[in-house]
């Protein structure tokens, strides 16, 4: 399953480095002026994940094959973008098609780097952000709600739920507040919320792109950008896009030496996977045989039957039985056989919810 996150931020604060760095990539023009994307540029990612090597190591598995994460380059946003201002319309239509945003945000000082607003101040930049966001929804929803209330009125049920659930939304944003913090009743409210593809109903992962220097602790620009992520309850990762791109085309010891050298211990690209699986509410289950061990990746809370249906729809539609062996219990006792003599190996139904790590092999009739 993987995600989609949209790479967002206003122009010249390293959105395209931090892709192209990402990816491993130079998809993306990395230049020193506004709009140097004009489309967005996608890539996929592999999760890196030590537990699949660990688990290919055991099995044996001729190929490994992890779950992929897919960036999204959206080209910067400037003030006035809900209006059409610079490529405003094009860039939020991107945005309404991800499932989460990661909001780079400049925290370093760089005089040969020019800025929009000729500053350098993080939060500011992502009120501008935010505040183009949500006067899109803002006036998406004035037009909707209205009109949902009208049909309410006639009887109709669907119309009704949504006038509630997207007047609810509606308020929020009049009070300056994301819609992300309306609060669905049930799960048909809950459909009907997704339905209108509300921008700030995205959650968001603030990313604080700092100097080198900075990259282990941070600087003065960066704490005040977790300081409001705290204040919201949404998350921040500190970044050093250009250590990562200095990462690219490195081989795996060098970069370990590099990383060790600048005071870290895993790169960007891990941070950032690790944040948007906490934020998107994510999890990894693992396929091992003597062909692949691979990854894959469902939302916290999926039943067995779903988790096959990542696979292959036919065994979600036929599915009889998950057999399911903790990552632990796998690699402490070496392996799938072992295991089972061991009575780890479980048998487990329809009802069973995935556990991050569970090793699994389904049982389906076509």
């Not at 230049?31 to 540029?41: D, K, L, Q, R, V």
């Not at 609060?183 to 593809?197: G, K, L, N, S």
């Amino acid at each position: 399953m993987g995600f989609r996150c949209g790479i967002v931020g206003l122009p010249n604060v390293g959105k395209s480095t931090l892709f192209n760095a990402l990816t491993e990539t130079q998809a993306a023009q990395a230049a020193n002026y506004p709009f140097c994307t004009i489309e967005p540029n996608v890539g996929q990612v592999g999760v890196p994940d030590p537990r699949l090597e660990k688990l290919a190591g055991i099995a044996g598995s001729a190929k490994i094959i992890p779950t992929q994460l897919a960036f999204v380059d959206i080209a910067g946003l400037v003030r006035g973008a809900s209006k059409g201002e610079g490529l405003g319309n094009q860039f939020l239509g991107n945005i309404r098609e991800v499932d989460a945003i990661i909001h780079v945000l400049r925290c370093f000082e760089n005089d040969d780097i020019q800025h929009v607003d000729n500053r350098v101040d993080p939060i500011a930049d992502a009120e501008t952000v935010e505040t183009e966001l949500l006067l899109s929804d803002l006036e998406s929803l004035e037009k909707r709600v209205p009109a949902a209330q009208k049909k309410a009125t006639g009887g109709d049920k669907e119309a009704k739920i949504t006038a509630s659930v997207l007047g609810q939304a509606l308020e929020l944003l009049r009070e300056g507040k994301p819609a992300r913090l309306t609060q669905p009743r049930d799960e048909e409210e809950a459909r009907i919320f997704r339905q209108a593809q509300l921008l700030t109903a995205k959650p968001v992962l603030y990313v604080c792109n700092v100097e080198e220097e900075a990259a282990a602790e941070g600087n003065a620009f960066s704490a005040k950008v977790f300081e409001k992520a705290a204040a919201e309850g949404a998350s921040a990762v500190i970044v050093s896009a250009a250590i990562e791109a200095e990462l690219i085309g490195m081989d795996a010891e060098d970069r370990i030496a590099f990383l060790e050298e600048m005071g870290l211990h895993e790169t960007g690209l891990a941070r950032i996977i690790r944040a948007g699986y906490e934020l998107l509410e994510l999890l990894t289950f693992f396929t091992v045989g003597p062909k692949e061990a691979r990854a894959w990746t469902v939302h916290t809370g999926a039943k067995a039957p779903e988790a096959a249906g990542e696979i292959h729809s036919d065994m979600e539609r036929g599915f009889i039985r998950a057999e399911t062996i903790a990552f632990d219990d796998y690699v402490s006792l070496g392996g799938e056989g072992p295991a089972k003599e061991a009575g780890k190996l479980r048998q487990e139904g329809k009802d069973y919810v995935v556990r991050d790590g569970d090793v699994l092999h389904f049982k389906f009739n076509v």
